[in-house]
């Protein structure tokens, strides 16, 4: 049974930096595109980014540079980099894997097929 496991969310300042990590067990890992995804707090879930069987990355287009993704297949684990935290970064995220190719789709959640359950990044002073 597939299973993915966020990690790394937490309380932050502005301006200050964390890097989510996303495990995945049950599934072959390098053969899924990792997506990761942000709900706000009463807010729709939105793409962040998402990387590639092959390591191409994705990035929604408002996100301003701030986001890094990158994976270790060795170690069957995504991360996501966020630099320069904004109050409006707050929220849960979730990582998410499809084993479908095709570009920024992995963007989309309806394009996703295993969901992890997230961790809560609260950006606050």
């Known amino acids: 049974q597939a299973q993915l496991v966020e990690s790394g969310g937490g309380l932050v300042q502005p301006g200050g930096s964390l890097r989510l990590s996303c495990e995945g067990s049950g599934l072959t890992f390098d053969y899924h595109a990792i997506g990761w995804f942000h709900q706000a707090p009463g807010r729709e879930r939105e793409g962040v980014s998402c990387i590639s069987r092959d390591g191409d990355t994705y990035y929604a287009d408002s996100l301003e540079g701030r986001f890094t993704i990158s994976r270790d297949d060795a170690k069957s684990t995504a991360y996501l980099q966020i630099n320069s935290l904004k109050p409006e970064d707050t929220g849960v995220y979730y990582c998410?894997?499809?084993?479908?190719?095709?570009?920024?789709?992995?963007?989309?959640?309806?394009?996703?097929?295993?969901w992890g359950k997230g961790t809560l990044v609260t950006v606050s002073s």
């Open positions: 998410a894997a499809t084993y479908r190719e095709g570009g920024r789709r992995c963007l989309f959640a309806i394009d996703m097929d295993y």
